[in-house]
C-alpha cells in the first residue's frame, strides 16, 4: 500500500499537503488538493488506525440505510457483503452521505475520514450522479443493484425485464387476458424494468396496453393493501396482477384473505421475490426471483480483492432472475365480481377475453 511519502513524490508536493490534503485543511488550494487525492486513490492508498492499515469497507446509502419500504432486499444484501468480506477478513460499516458528508469535502477525503477501504453504494434514480462522482474521484467502490453506462462505474445488478415478461407470458399462457401491473413509484432502473417486461410481453401477444391496468404503487405492505382496495373496485377488475415488490406483494395477498378473494380461484398474482419470503406464504406465491444475498456477497468478495490488489480493478457484472411457478396463478375464473373495501361483492358476470 501507498504511504503518504510516496502520494507526495507521485503530486510532486510535501509530505505536509499531503497530510493537510487528505484532511481537507481549508489552506490547500483545490487543485492541489485534487492532485493529491487522484495520487492516492492511484497508488492504493489506505488509511491507518493507530499504526495499523484499516480493513473496513463501507454500506453507503444517499440517506436513511434502511427504510420500511425496502423490504428484504437491503437486509439481504447486508448478510451477503459479511459474508463476502469474510475471505480477507474485513469489517463493515453503514455510512450516511446526507447525514455525515460535509459540503466542502471530496468524496475520498470523506470516505477516508470513515477509515474505509472501498465502498457498496446502495442508490437510487436521484443519487445516481453521486456514484458517477465517486468514481471519477476513483476512490475504490461498487454500486449494487443498479447498472450504469458510465465505463467507470463498477457494478453488480440482476436483469429482471426478461423474467417479468416471461410471468406475464405465464398468464397469458393461462388465459388471462385484463392484467395489472403494479410497480414502486420511485423510479429506478429494477422498476423500470419490470414495468417495461410487462408491456413488452402483452405486446408480443397482441394485447393492447391499457394505461387503467398500470399503476404506480408504494412498494411496501401497506402499498399491496392499497392496491388491492383500488384494483378490485373497479367496474371491471383485472383477473391477473403483476406486483413489482415483495412488501407489496405480501400485503396484497393479505388484503385478498381479508376480502375473501380467492387466490388463484379469484385472482392470480405474480409477485417479486428478493429472498424466500414466497415459500412462507398460503399459498407460496408465483415470483419473479432475485438473489439479492448473492448480489451483496459478490459485490463485497470484489471490493475487498481489488483493494489488496489481488482483483481486476473493474467489475460489471449483470446477473439473471428467475421465475419461479407456484400456487398463486391458475386459469381465470368464468365469473367475475368486484369487491368493495367494506368487503361488498357485485358480480360483473362472465370473464371478457
Known amino acids: 500500500m501507498s504511504s503518504v511519502r510516496a502520494i507526495a513524490k507521485i503530486a510532486k508536493v510535501s509530505v505536509a499537503t499531503v497530510s493537510r490534503a487528505?484532511?481537507?485543511?481549508?489552506?490547500?488550494?483545490?487543485?492541489?488538493?485534487?492532485?493529491?487525492?487522484?495520487?492516492?486513490?492511484?497508488?492504493?492508498?489506505?488509511?491507518?488506525?493507530?499504526?495499523?492499515?484499516?480493513?473496513?469497507?463501507?454500506?453507503?446509502?444517499?440517506?436513511?440505510?434502511?427504510?420500511?419500504?425496502y423490504g428484504a432486499f437491503d437486509s439481504a444484501v447486508l448478510a451477503g457483503i459479511l459474508r463476502g468480506v469474510n475471505d480477507h477478513k474485513f469489517d463493515v460499516k453503514l455510512i450516511n452521505l446526507q447525514r455525515d458528508k460535509s459540503i466542502e469535502e471530496t468524496y475520498t477525503q470523506f470516505f477516508m475520514r470513515k477509515g474505509l477501504r472501498g465502498i457498496v453504494l446502495r442508490t437510487f434514480e436521484n443519487t445516481r450522479s453521486i456514484c458517477s462522482a465517486v468514481a471519477a474521484e476513483g476512490f475504490p467502490s461498487i454500486?449494487?443493484?443498479?447498472?450504469?453506462?458510465?465505463?467507470?462505474?463498477?457494478?453488480?445488478?440482476?436483469?429482471?425485464?426478461?423474467?417479468?415478461?416471461?410471468?406475464?407470458?405465464?398468464?397469458?399462457?393461462?388465459?388471462?387476458?385484463?392484467?395489472?401491473?403494479?410497480?414502486?413509484?420511485?423510479?429506478?432502473?429494477?422498476?423500470?424494468?419490470?414495468?417495461?417486461?410487462?408491456?413488452?410481453?402483452?405486446?408480443?401477444?397482441?394485447?393492447?396496453?391499457?394505461?387503467?391496468?398500470?399503476?404506480?404503487?408504494?412498494?411496501?405492505?401497506?402499498?399491496?393493501?392499497?392496491?388491492?382496495?383500488?384494483i378490485m373496485g373497479q367496474p371491471r377488475p383485472p383477473t391477473a396482477i403483476y406486483f413489482t415488490d415483495p412488501l407489496a406483494t405480501l400485503g396484497a395477498m393479505r388484503r385478498c384473505q381479508e376480502l375473501d378473494v380467492r387466490v388463484?380461484?379469484?385472482?392470480?398474482?405474480?409477485?417479486?421475490?428478493?429472498?424466500?419470503?414466497?415459500?412462507?406464504?398460503?399459498?407460496p406465491f408465483t415470483a419473479v426471483c432475485q438473489d439479492a444475498k448473492m448480489l451483496g456477497e459478490e459485490a463485497a468478495r470484489w471490493l475487498t480483492a481489488s483493494v489488496l490488489g489481488q482483483a481486476p480493478s473493474r467489475l460489471r457484472l449483470i446477473r439473471q432472475t428467475m421465475l419461479e411457478v407456484n400456487l398463486t396463478t391458475a386459469p381465470p375464473p368464468k365469473v367475475q365480481f368486484r369487491v368493495l373495501p367494506d368487503g361488498t361483492r357485485l358480480s360483473v358476470g362472465e370473464t371478457q377475453s
Open 143 to 230: 454500486v449494487v443493484a443498479d447498472r450504469f453506462e458510465d465505463p467507470r462505474v463498477n457494478f453488480i445488478c440482476c436483469d429482471s425485464k426478461g423474467d417479468s415478461r416471461r410471468a406475464v407470458e405465464h398468464l397469458i399462457q393461462l388465459g388471462h387476458r385484463r392484467i395489472a401491473c403494479c410497480v414502486h413509484h420511485v423510479p429506478d432502473t429494477d422498476h423500470r424494468d419490470r414495468r417495461e417486461g410487462y408491456a413488452e410481453a402483452l405486446q408480443d401477444h397482441a394485447i393492447p396496453f391499457d394505461p387503467a391496468l398500470a399503476y404506480d404503487i408504494v412498494g411496501s405492505f401497506d402499498g399491496g393493501v392499497a392496491a388491492i382496495n383500488r
Open 264 to 283: 388463484p380461484h379469484d385472482l392470480s398474482i405474480v409477485g417479486f421475490d428478493d429472498s424466500d419470503i414466497r415459500q412462507h406464504t398460503w399459498p
Open 22 to 69: 487528505l484532511n481537507n485543511h481549508p489552506d490547500v488550494d483545490p487543485a492541489t488538493r485534487d492532485r493529491v487525492l487522484s495520487a492516492a486513490n492511484q497508488s492504493g492508498y489506505a488509511p491507518q488506525m493507530g499504526k495499523r492499515l484499516t480493513t473496513v469497507i463501507g454500506l453507503v446509502y444517499p440517506g436513511e440505510p434502511v427504510k420500511a419500504d
